[in-house]
C-alpha cells in the first residue's frame, strides 16, 4: 500500500493543481479582434507555490497593474484570493521571469520563408520567451546600417507576439567609418555583431581583430556590447576531412573534423587580446565583448576564464544544443543537427555543463537558426553541403530543464542564464528579475509535466519538421506567459493580436 501511494500521490497532487488552476483562473477573452491579451483586464494578482525572485523560490502573489509589476509578496497569500477579484491562482506551477534570447536569426526582412517575425514570436511565447535579440544576418539585406535597421523595423510591425530588439552588424564596410556605426547605434541597435570566419551570407562578410578593435571603440561611448562568432579558419586544418578517400559526407564525424576546436582556439585567443581594451583606462573602456555560442570547454574556455580574472569586459554563452547532444550519438545523415561550431564530444558536453555551473559560462541562448527544409538537404544527407543551424526558439527552457535536472540545477539558476544576465548583456534594466517597477514579463511552467516533441504537439515555428529536438520526450510544460501585463499565450493559444514592441537602445 505504501509503494501504491508513493507512486500516485505525486500524480494526484499535480492534477489537483490542474484543476485548481482551471477553476480559479478568470475567463480569458474570446479571440476579439485587436486585443493584445488573453484577459479582459490590466490590473491582476498572480499567485502561485512556487513565485522565482532574486530572493529565491517560496509561495508568493505578483500584482501586476498597467503592465508593470506593482507588488511583490513573498509567502502566504490566499487573504488575496477573497479581497481581490481578479487573481490567476498558478496552484503549484512555477512564475518566473519571462526568458530573454539574445540570440535568435528571425530572417525578415527577404527571408521570410525561412522563419519571419510573425511565427518566431509566436513560437518564443509558446516556449516561456518574452523578449527576443534579433540577429542582424540572415535577414536580406543584413542590419549593417541606420537604413537597413530601418528596413528591419517596417518589417516587424503588427507581427511580434513578444517584445524584440536588435543586433546591428560589423562589417568591414563599416568598421572603419565611425559616424555609419554611429548613426545605427544612435537608430538604436543595442550591440552589434560581427563574424570572425565566413557567416555565409554574402553582405555580412567576416572581420578580423582590427575591425572588432576599431568597433569596440565607437561602441564604449554608447557602454553597449560587441558579440562575436568566434571561429577562425586555420587553413593548414581546413580541409582535413576533404583530402581522405575514406572521408564521408554522411558522416557527422567528417563534418566534426572540419571545424576543430582549434578553430575557436585561434579566435578567442585574439578576443582575449582585444577585449583588454575593454578594461579600466583601456582605449574601449566602456564596451564589452560577448562571446556567442561557445562549443570548446577546453582551451577555448581557459583563455576566456584569464581574459576575465585578468579584468576584460567580457561574457559569453552557450546553447542547449550544445548541453543536450553529443557528436557520438548524431545519426549519419541527419543534417538538423548541423551547426557552427559543432556539436562536440560527449566529454566536452560534460564540460560545459560544469563550466556553466560553476559561473565561467555566463548565460544561454538559443541560437534559433532556421531554414527551408529544402537548404537541409536531407535526402542526400550531407553535412558538408546542408545549411547549419539549430531551429530551438520554442523548445529551450524545458530542454534546459530537462538535461539540467541530471546536475540539480535550481529555478534560480535558471532564471539567472536565461533572464537577469541576457538582460544586462542586452542593456534592459527594466526586464530579467521578478522585482518591484519591472516590467511584468513572466512564464508560467510546469517542470513535472512530461511530454513528447512528435508530429502530434503544436509547434509553432515556420518549419517544424527541421529542429534536432523533434522526438525527444522531455519536461517542463509551459502554461503561459505574459508580456508586459498582456496574457499572450495561454494553454495552446495565443492573443489575436500582435502587440509586442520593437525594442531600441536610448542614447
Not at 123 to 152: C, W
Not at 459 to 471: F, M, V
Request: charged share 25%.
Amino acid at each position: 500500500m505504501d509503494i501504491l501511494k508513493s507512486r500516485f500521490l505525486p500524480l494526484i497532487a499535480l492534477v489537483a493543481s490542474v484543476l485548481f488552476l482551471y477553476f480559479r483562473t478568470p475567463t480569458f477573452n474570446k479571440s476579439i479582434d485587436g486585443e493584445c491579451s488573453l484577459l479582459t483586464h490590466d490590473h491582476y494578482w498572480i499567485v502561485s507555490k512556487r513565485v522565482v525572485t532574486p530572493r529565491g523560490v517560496s509561495p508568493g502573489a505578483v500584482e501586476v497593474k498597467s503592465g508593470h509589476i506593482n507588488t511583490v509578496k513573498e509567502g502566504e497569500y490566499h487573504k488575496l484570493l477573497l479581497q481581490n477579484e481578479h487573481v490567476l491562482d498558478y496552484g503549484g506551477a512555477v512564475v518566473m521571469p519571462g526568458l530573454i534570447d539574445v540570440h535568435a536569426h528571425l530572417d525578415e526582412p527577404g527571408r521570410e520563408e525561412w522563419e519571419g517575425f510573425s511565427t518566431g514570436t509566436k513560437a518564443a511565447a509558446a516556449g516561456g520567451i518574452t523578449t527576443l535579440i534579433d540577429m542582424p544576418l540572415n535577414s536580406f539585406p543584413s542590419t549593417v546600417s541606420e537604413e537597413t535597421l530601418k528596413l528591419k523595423l517596417e518589417a516587424a510591425k503588427k507581427k511580434l507576439y513578444v517584445d524584440v530588439g536588435f543586433w546591428g552588424g560589423l562589417v568591414p564596410e563599416n568598421a572603419f567609418d565611425p559616424s555609419a556605426l554611429d548613426k545605427l547605434l544612435k537608430a538604436g541597435a543595442l550591440g552589434l555583431k560581427s563574424f570572425m570566419c565566413p557567416s555565409g551570407i554574402n553582405d555580412f562578410p567576416m572581420t578580423n581583430s582590427t575591425h572588432i578593435k576599431e568597433g569596440l571603440k565607437v561602441l564604449a561611448k554608447y557602454k553597449r556590447p560587441l558579440l562575436v562568432h568566434a571561429e577562425v579558419v586555420l587553413e593548414s586544418e581546413s580541409h582535413i576531412a576533404l583530402d581522405s578517400d575514406e572521408s564521408d559526407p554522411r558522416s557527422y564525424a567528417t563534418y566534426l573534423k572540419t571545424r576543430p576546436p582549434s578553430w575557436e582556439e585561434a579566435a578567442i585567443r585574439e578576443l582575449k587580446d582585444a577585449s583588454e581594451e575593454t578594461r579600466v583606462g583601456g582605449n574601449a573602456e566602456g564596451a564589452h565583448v560577448h562571446i556567442v555560442h561557445l562549443a570548446d570547454s577546453r582551451t577555448s574556455l581557459d583563455l576566456i576564464k584569464e581574459a576575465k580574472h585578468g579584468g576584460s569586459s567580457l561574457t559569453v554563452e552557450t546553447c542547449p544544443h550544445y548541453l543536450a547532444f553529443s557528436a557520438e550519438e548524431i545519426p549519419d545523415g541527419d543534417t538538423r543537427f548541423k551547426c557552427a561550431p559543432p556539436i562536440r564530444d560527449e566529454a566536452n558536453r560534460q564540460r560545459l555543463w560544469e563550466a556553466l555551473l560553476e559561473g565561467h559560462i555566463d548565460m544561454l541562448s538559443s541560437d534559433h537558426s532556421p531554414c527551408t527544409p529544402d537548404l537541409k538537404l536531407f535526402d542526400e544527407g550531407d553535412f558538408l553541403r546542408a545549411w547549419g543551424g539549430i531551429s530551438s526558439l520554442q523548445f529551450v527552457l524545458p530542454i534546459t530543464w530537462s538535461y539540467g535536472k541530471a546536475y540539480g540545477i535550481t529555478f534560480n539558476q535558471l532564471a539567472s542564464w536565461w533572464s537577469e544576465r541576457p538582460a544586462k548583456l542586452a542593456g534592459q534594466t527594466n526586464k530579467g528579475a521578478i522585482k518591484r517597477e519591472m516590467d511584468a514579463d513572466f512564464v508560467v511552467w510546469m517542470p513535472e509535466v512530461e511530454f513528447e516533441l512528435d508530429e502530434n504537439y503544436d509547434i509553432y515555428h515556420k518549419h517544424r519538421n527541421i529542429s534536432a529536438y523533434l522526438g525527444q520526450r522531455i519536461s517542463g510544460k509551459v502554461l503561459a506567459t505574459f508580456v508586459r501585463g498582456n496574457l499572450v499565450y495561454s494553454e495552446g493559444k495565443h492573443a489575436s493580436a500582435a502587440c509586442g514592441a520593437p525594442i531600441l537602445a536610448k542614447q
